[in-house]
């Protein structure tokens, strides 16, 4: 097999699953809102059960759901036989998925998962199936034509039941009213975490330059050497009044000015950018990046606080 005719094939396999995505997107109706009618009304959590590739599929959307906002729970429809259908309350709804909707842990669970809930809502493939028969409301699935090559694998049917599951998520975080202060707090780790909760205050460089406006040139030199930024803050009584860079006094040397003579306020740049300390981390990275600076001076009730680089934040996977 040639490499055009491996990519005729990825080719098909994607397209056949965008067909079957579309055809499932028209079909969705009242079983639908009617789903997330019982879900969003439940006392209790959802409980997801599959077997097979849908188990797999199940995991993904109790994560998503978990991320945003809807407690639920996975249940393996092997395992749930042997002991673990007591994670089920009756205050909880049940979203069994299975593509053929007969498989046989499925049909024997399927009593047991309508006794023990408030209700239970079917995602298959075959509308003719058991979980359809005992289902409160069915989510159809079907998909006329698998991706694999011998139409047999779970492809097309797989996505389907992903891409339903998201649909579900999704519409239950606007019915929620679930906003991005809330997803944060469920995502706490990870670059993800940081970039919707970190403050300025968490990624402070432990050094603080500064010198008086009164400074002269070997005091600035000092200041600036000492710390890794490249800069000092010129402080009045902790305010800010200005900032000296390595580059002012490179261009300052460069000049005609009696070195003797020059103080800080001579060459420091007025009304430097600033950020709070309790603002988002990722807000000072924009500034960062909008002004095309490294370092970004940090207040604490408009006195001098501190100092964030650039460098530090994308360390840490602020973007």
Do not use: W
């Given at each position: 097999?040639?490499?055009?005719e491996?990519l ?6 994607i ?12 079909r969705l109706?009242?079983?639908?809102l009617?789903?997330?009618e019982?879900?969003q ?8 059960v ?27 429809a ?6 673990d259908?007591?994670v089920?309350?009756k ?23 309508k ?11 075959n ?30 049917s797989?996505?389907?039941?992903m891409?339903?599951g998201d649909a579900?998520?999704?519409c ?13 707090k ?13 403050k ?6 432990s ?5 008086t ?5 070997r005091d600035?030199?000092i ?12 402080t009045e009584?902790?305010?800010i009044i ?11 040397l ?6 003797s003579?020059?103080?800080?306020k001579?060459?420091m740049s007025?009304?430097?950018k600033?950020?709070d ?33 650039i ?9």
């Amino acid at each position: 097999m040639n490499q055009s005719e491996i990519l005729h094939l990825a080719k098909n396999a994607i397209s056949i699953e965008i067909s079957e995505l579309e055809k499932l997107k028209d079909r969705l109706n009242e079983n639908f809102l009617k789903s997330l009618e019982i879900i969003q009304s439940a006392k209790g959590k959802l409980i997801v059960v599959g077997i097979g590739k849908s188990a797999h599929v199940g995991n993904k959307i109790v994560a998503t759901l978990n991320s945003t906002g809807t407690p639920s729970q996975f249940l393996h429809a092997s395992e749930a036989l042997h002991g673990d259908l007591g994670v089920i309350q009756k205050t909880d709804v049940v979203l069994c998925i299975s593509n053929s909707g007969n498989s046989p842990e499925i049909v024997n669970l399927l009593p047991f998962l309508k006794d023990y809930s408030s209700a239970l809502i079917g995602m298959t493939g075959n509308l003719n199936s058991k979980l359809a028969e005992f289902s409160t409301v069915v989510l159809d699935s079907s998909v006329e034509i698998e991706a694999c090559p011998i139409k047999l694998a779970p492809t097309s049917s797989t996505t389907v039941q992903m891409a339903l599951g998201d649909a579900l998520a999704i519409c239950l975080m606007e019915m929620n009213g679930f906003k991005e202060k809330d997803f944060a707090k469920f995502h706490p780790g990870g670059s993800l975490g940081k970039n919707l909760t970190a403050k300025v205050e968490q990624f402070l460089s432990s050094q603080k330059p500064q010198v008086t406006e009164t400074a002269g040139i070997r005091d600035i030199i000092i200041s600036i050497s000492a710390s890794s930024h490249g800069i000092t803050v010129v402080t009045e009584k902790e305010q800010i009044i200005g900032v000296i860079t390595d580059g002012d006094l490179r261009r300052m040397l460069m000049s005609d000015q009696d070195v003797s003579k020059v103080t800080a306020k001579d060459i420091m740049s007025k009304n430097p950018k600033s950020i709070d300390k309790l603002a988002l981390a990722k807000e000072a990275m924009a500034i960062l990046k909008d002004k095309n600076i490294g370092q970004l001076i940090v207040t604490e009730e408009g006195k001098y606080f501190g100092i964030i680089d650039i460098h530090r934040l994308l360390d840490e996977g602020i973007i």
